[in-house]
């Protein structure tokens, strides 16, 4: 018997038998050459190319494998200024989830979430700086608090100052917003 219909003999190098496929998106009598065809991976698995599409190749299917597990991830990043919630591991699987967490008067921007995908870490946060009182950057000013007697602002905080000595002189004015540990100091004389 000779094998001469290309078709039979990709038969045998493309077959739909692959123990971490579910399903094909069709069904085929024949397969061709360079011929795609969707598929699913078994629960727990993904396509490897991220496409699930598998193209019929003279070595075989492309990608290979079709399916793989999905990979873990080492040490989760460290933030600036902040730390994750619970205790820290040397490696996580995938879609683990890590929740970070800010010092007290810092604000977090964004979720405090980042997420294991494949080997990548997800997720983008930031902790931003409270406003710290000076009282000798004060006293050159000739300034002092309006009201409250606080020592710190958090982020976007609105800071209210008065004279301590004088008028008020310059550009800056009395009210200020904390910007993540900035906040520009209004001048009396
Ligand atoms: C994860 O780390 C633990 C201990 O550090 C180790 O025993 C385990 O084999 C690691 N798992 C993987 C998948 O690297
Ligand atoms: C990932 O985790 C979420 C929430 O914990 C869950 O709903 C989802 O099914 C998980 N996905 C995979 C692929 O395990
Ligand atoms: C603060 O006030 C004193 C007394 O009025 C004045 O001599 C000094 O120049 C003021 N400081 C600034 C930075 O204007």
């Known amino acids: ?3 001469t219909n290309l078709s039979f003999i990709l038969e045998a190098i493309c077959n739909k038998y692959d123990p971490l496929v579910t399903s094909w998106r069709k069904y085929w009598t024949q397969v061709k050459l360079r011929e795609t065809i969707g598929y699913t991976c078994r629960r727990g698995y993904k396509g490897t190319d991220g496409t699930n599409v598998a193209t019929c190749t003279r070595d075989g299917w492309s990608p290979n494998p079709l399916c793989q597990e999905p990979l873990g991830c080492e040490t989760a990043p460290l ?3 902040g730390d994750l919630k619970y205790t820290k591991k040397s490696n996580y699987s995938n879609n683990e989830t890590v929740e970070y967490m800010c010092p007290s008067f810092y604000t977090m921007e964004g979720e405090p979430y980042r997420t294991c995908i494949n080997g990548e870490w997800t997720g983008h946060m930031r902790c931003l700086k409270p406003c710290v009182v000076n009282e000798d950057d004060f006293r050159q000013h000739n300034i002092t608090l309006k009201s ?6 958090t982020h976007d905080e609105i800071i209210e100052f008065r ?3 004088g008028i008020p002189v310059g550009a800056v004015a009395m009210r200020q917003r904390c910007n993540g540990g900035v906040v520009l100091l209004p001048t009396c004389q």
């Open 1 to 3: 018997m000779q094998y």
């Open 79 to 81: 933030l600036a200024d």
């Open 148 to 153: 409250s007697d606080n020592k710190y602002f």
């Open 163 to 165: 004279c301590a000595r």
